[in-house]
């Protein structure tokens, strides 16, 4: 066990990275007390079946109230409105963090409405899986995975302290912490997460639109590539909505290169360029290499969680 | 142990596919002897080490002789080139077939230099890994995954029965069989695994070519999503070139539409449209479950294969 870091944890929004927190959070011993605050009834109900939490409630404020780190788990988009129903109700010296994909618009959220008494410090851990709410969550979900936290820069000795707590608490959870500008956070996660995700989303909707062939055969068929796509697509619907929301800027600029990308392929095929295609396709064999010597390809990879519970 | 339905099985090109058809094949005992013809002379000398074939050589036309069941498993724009070679020492009687992509193509090949005195059925196993060569073969590869044979339309007793035959030697390596019209399987899969390739291709390609973000911090990150392209985009740079040569046109119509849907949903993103992006999000999960209920998600997924022998 290591020591408490912070002796009242308060979650806002408990799916499935919020119920993943508490639970690695709570198997390393880093917390003490551990509130939960949201919304949805039927999530409180699961919240309290499952034993997560010593308070649960509908309102964030008293979940909030006395916590030593507030930590947002809402949807990006919720947080600016929930962050300012809890600001005056923080207790001084408390940080405030999040898990959301964007870090800009979150960061402008935080810092319209937080009081100067509390460590602002967003962050998102890379780990996510196609299931969601509080019973999808496992205390494993961080293990080995990347946690990027975006700090304020220039901040005083009090602000590196704080900032130096969240590092040990997701150091604990298993994740290895990195740092980073909220802006570049945003345009690398829009190329290794939003446009995979929305490139997904958009080949099932095409492939579920057709006529010649039928739903029941893409299903049938899907094992010549497909299915992972069905997978990533399968992601939460409002959760993903908020992010390309509220990253819209880097994800169109990357969405934009990789249509340019793809329109120069769609010529070199429709031309029979093969030497095109094949310099291509060897020059990204590399990139795969890289993600399996980074250790990036786990035996247990965090897409794909169904596997172990079939 | 099944019954031998093949004496002789030649195997024309013994990369991934021809080497598990092999193993398989002699796993389960429905072939007798085995010939492999390869051109690369590495990939003979592994097949030789391996002990997959009682004969190796570089020239189809010896493996060919005498062959119960010729098949051919190579790059699909090298089938036509190779059947006119093996065309003339074929056996009456003979089953010839394949293991491509792309089914009109092969047919169209073949119907230009087979003999009437063999059964040409074209069939393709909807399985992979992103390994290709002899040594990332393996015998179980087919199990649980469909086969789909594009036979000749009305043919005659002698037909249906090399058929049949070919049907249960599908069976016995582990596939369910379906049969299809050959334009119908080069649309069906054009949508379910030849266009999620181009897109994993492509936006690697893009990954790796963008000034602002580096590699390595695409490979760092990769865990949100883009990891699952890597990993189809690392499968065999030739067969794919061929795969989209010669199956152009059914390719760039599903593209075009691909293309089409991405256009709207970038639209939506750049005007803020939320509840259109959130009813495709929603949309996109029911093909995710017919996706699990069909079986098509399995606990030992084949592509990423690696996962087994890290």
């Known amino acids: 066990m290591s020591q408490v870091l912070y002796p009242r944890l ?6 499935l990275i919020g119920s993943s927190v508490i639970r690695a959070a709570r198997a390393c011993g880093v917390v003490g007390q551990v509130a939960v605050a949201d919304s949805s009834a039927e999530v409180r109900k699961r919240v309290i079946a499952l034993g ?34 809890v600001a005056d109700a923080l207790k001084p010296g408390a940080t405030v963090s999040d898990v959301g ?22 962050g998102h851990p890379i780990a996510g899986a196609e299931t969601s709410g509080p019973d999808a969550g496992f205390a494993g979900l961080f293990q ?10 220039n901040e005083d000795a009090a602000y590196a302290s704080a900032l130096e707590r969240l590092t040990l608490f997701w150091t604990a959870l298993g994740a290895q912490v990195d740092l ?41 068929y899907s094992a010549g590539g497909f299915r992972d796509f069905t997978r990533i697509a399968a992601s939460d619907p409002v959760m993903w909505r908020d992010v390309f929301l509220a990253n819209k800027e880097a994800v169109l600029e990357i969405l934009g290169r990789f249509t340019e990308d793809l329109q120069a392929l769609s010529r070199a095929i429709r031309w029979g360029e093969g030497d095109k295609l094949e310099e291509l396709f060897t020059r990204t064999r590399e990139i795969r290499r890289g993600v399996i010597d980074a250790g990036q390809e786990t035996a247990e990879p965090d897409f794909g969680r169904q596997r172990r519970t079939p």
Chains 1, 2 share one sequence.
């Not at 308060?10 to 799916?15: E, F, K, T």
């Not at 788990?73 to 409105?81: K, N, Q, V």
């Not at 190329?191 to 299903?219: C, F, K, M, Q, W």
């Open 10 to 15: 308060a979650v806002i929004g408990c799916g």
């Open 52 to 85: 997560l939490a010593d308070e649960v409630t509908d309102d964030p404020l008293v979940a909030a109230r006395d916590a030593d780190l507030v930590l947002f788990a809402t949807p990006p988009l919720t947080i600016g409105r929930v962050a300012a129903q």
């Open 101 to 122: 994909s964007v870090k800009a618009a979150v960061a402008d959220a935080f810092a319209g409405v937080m009081p100067a008494s509390v460590f602002v410090i967003p």
């Open 144 to 153: 080995g995975r990347w946690t990027i936290l975006t700090p304020r820069p």
């Open 180 to 220: 980073m500008d909220e802006r570049h956070h945003d345009l690398v996660l829009a190329v290794t997460s939003h446009l995979p995700h929305l490139i997904a989303y958009n080949i099932v909707g095409t492939a579920a639109d057709l006529e010649e062939v039928t739903r029941s055969e893409v299903i049938k």
